[in-house]
């Protein structure tokens, strides 16, 4: 399928596939998000959409095709060059990957030390992120001692500590009731309008329901189909 | 690197038992080469002040003219090496010996001839101090026409530098052992942490953060490790130096021994520090794979 034109793409996908040896886990995707896209990609689980997430940040690299992101060719990314890419993007995963035995504060501070940030801009900027998510009273707790919608809550601050350009978060809401899952998609929803391009992995068609916009589908590795799913009204 | 010193501490901290573990192991290894080096040190000045004392005895051949022997003063004066040249005529010897055996000297008179020859008493300039440059210029005087023999301290001055080489060896491999003992110690800790850090570290990387932020804080922590064991090591060998020499002056003695200079202490130290840093270095090789 050729790449759809979609103005002014931030990401783009050539024929990308994707093998672990003799399986096959994505097959000839190729795809383009535009700056500013609150995109979708849904499937059943072991469609490859975590997979195509990995390929993005270079969690994994294709077995063939090209990725280009923000003008960067991910193939032809030297290895020191990774962090840098890596930074683009704010990375949400389903089972959080929080540091436990770091405070919340510290779990977020280290995104920004990561990158040689000034202390006094570490701290303004992770109290004022923690704000936004509404763990600033909870900065000091340890993670495992927070509730999986708090916990997921960090990890949004933390993705969005470094000011990213593209936000990916891989069934954001998987392991949470509805009422946490809807803070998080509110959160990812208040970033997306600050400029942002948000692209999220899920499999909960209710959920892109609700909040609508363009979805990519995979089914067994291969792009199914691209269209946009209208938000239904409130 | 007030950060990675930070988070570095941090870590050992966090992880105490296991470093102290490790900076007493480093410590105990410095103190043996220490122990080595001290030993060394003191040795070499030793020997240095006994070859301060040596010189080498030219006895010339009777019958000699006046002008030859004057010849032969000048001759070995020129040779490389030699600092100083004095002449002991047979009378001086006979007297020197006659000084020397007091009591007995009396058996000196019923010598019927003074049989002691003449002698060139040849001293070395102090930067040739040392067994192959004596054992060098010996022959070469011992070549020279009208000499009829050298003599010097050979057998036991040989006897001695023996001993010190064979310390110096064993003080060399037994270092460079305890030197690998304590970085693979080292090693091992920063394994354990790494192992224990690998989740955290999977994080830093997705996070964007880089193999330098990564890794600095295990360098510093090898290198801190290496400079804690160092100083605790020289500390303990300073102590007990100390220890010796009070007793020795306690019992009314006099231990002609030095401690080792600072620039061999802060070697020594530095030494640690880079085994840390090795030890460090072959643990995140094997450990952390770039991604």
Redesign the interface.
Known sequence: MAPADSGDPIIRLFHVHKRYNAKKALLDVSFEISRNEFLFVSGPSGAGKTTLLKLLYLGETASEGQIIIDGLNLSRIPRRRVPFLRRKFGIIFQDYKLIPKKSVYDNVAIVLEARGAPRKTIRKKVRSVLRTVGMEEKRRALPPSLSGGEQQRVAVARAIAGDPQIILADEPTGSLDAESASVIFDLLREYHRRGATVLVATHDTALIRRTGGRVILLEDGGLDVATTIPRLPA | MI?VIHRALKDMW?NRFLNTVTVVTVALSILIVGAFALFFVNASALLSLWTKEIRIMAYLEAEMTPEAVDRLGLQMAGMPGVGDVRFVSKEQAMERLRQGMSEGSALLDTLEENPLPDTYEVHMAEAFRNRDRFELLARRIGGLEGVSEVEYGKEWLSRFVRIIDLFRLTGLAMGGLFFLAAAFIVANTVRLVLYSRR??I??????????G?IRGPFYMQGILQGALGGAAGMGMLFAGFRFVADKVAEGGGFLPARFLPDEMVLGILMGSMAVGWIGSYISLRQVLK??
């Open positions: 950060r966090a989740d955290e999977e994080i830093l990387r997705l996070m964007g953060g880089s193999e932020f770039a991604s």
